[in-house]
């Protein structure tokens, strides 16, 4: 899953790199409103971590901006303006929801992990297919009841295809969602994860659509 973060200060913005990349979120990470619109129109974010006060382009600009060129995804308001009114203003806006600093990282990873959920239709924690559960909050995934270890990639990507159990994920907005900019990309990488997981879950587990991509078997 692939987020993107808008934030100038420069030490929020390390710590919430670092907390989220190391969960296994790709992380785009920009520092002022204008550059913030760019990202948004090239690339499709699962979530939006967007600050308010920034240069360039005012946060709530960005949002509005966002919303009405049709954005759906999630967004996070972080920011120091928490009066009552700034909040009011953040929703109205189109935020989903909202966070004041100083915030805790584990809060924070906790909220993305609540927004992803809903943008994926789920109330409840865990994500599934047939036999297969994941844990985003521990991290844990599990066949058949039994704990499997993955590597930090098929993690994420498992968590990718999960997110929407009943899709056809073509490969290049894969690709996008593993990675984040400046990450090298080798050419075979998905087929490299999907191997890694059809052996670990199940031959039958991941389906290739020629061409196209992957679909889970398992699918609802
Ligand atoms: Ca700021």
């Given at each position: 899953m692939r987020l993107l973060l808008v934030e100038d200060d420069a030490m929020i913005g390390?710590?919430?790199?670092?907390?989220?990349?190391?969960?296994?979120?790709a992380l785009d990470w920009v520092r002022d409103g204008a550059a913030a619109l760019t990202a948004l129109t090239c690339t499709g974010y699962a979530a939006l971590l967007l600050d308010l006060g920034l240069p360039r382009r005012d946060g709530l600009d960005v949002l509005?901006?966002?919303?009405?060129?049709?954005?759906?995804?999630?967004?996070?308001?972080?920011?120091?303006?928490d009066t009552v009114?700034?909040?009011?203003?953040?929703?109205?806006a189109g935020a989903d929801d909202?966070?004041?600093?100083?915030?805790?990282?584990?809060?924070?990873?906790?909220?993305?992990?609540?927004l992803l959920r809903r943008a994926g239709g789920r109330a409840g924690p865990?994500?599934?297919?047939?036999d297969v559960?994941?844990?985003?909050?521990?991290?844990?995934?599990?066949?058949?009841?039994?704990?499997?270890?993955?590597?930090?990639?098929?993690?994420?990507?498992?968590?990718?295809?999960?997110?929407k159990p009943g899709a056809l994920h073509p490969r290049e907005r894969l690709l996008d969602a593993l990675y984040?900019?400046?990450?090298?990309?080798?050419?075979?990488t998905i087929e490299v994860y999907v191997h890694g997981l059809r052996?670990?879950?199940?031959a039958d587990f991941i389906v290739t659509v020629r061409g196209i991509g992957y679909r889970l078997a398992a699918a609802p």
């Open positions: 390390r710590a919430v790199t670092a907390a989220l990349r190391g969960e296994g979120y509005r901006e966002a919303r009405r060129a049709g954005k759906t995804l999630p967004v996070l308001v972080l920011t120091a303006r009114e700034d909040r009011v203003a953040g929703l109205d909202y966070l004041p600093k100083p915030f805790h990282l584990d809060e924070l990873s906790a909220r993305v992990r609540a865990l994500l599934r297919a047939g559960t994941l844990d985003p909050a521990s991290g844990e995934v599990r066949l058949r009841g039994a704990p499997v270890a993955l590597s930090a990639k098929e993690y994420a990507l498992l968590r990718v295809l999960l997110q984040g900019w400046g990450e090298e990309v080798g050419s075979n052996r670990k879950l199940g």
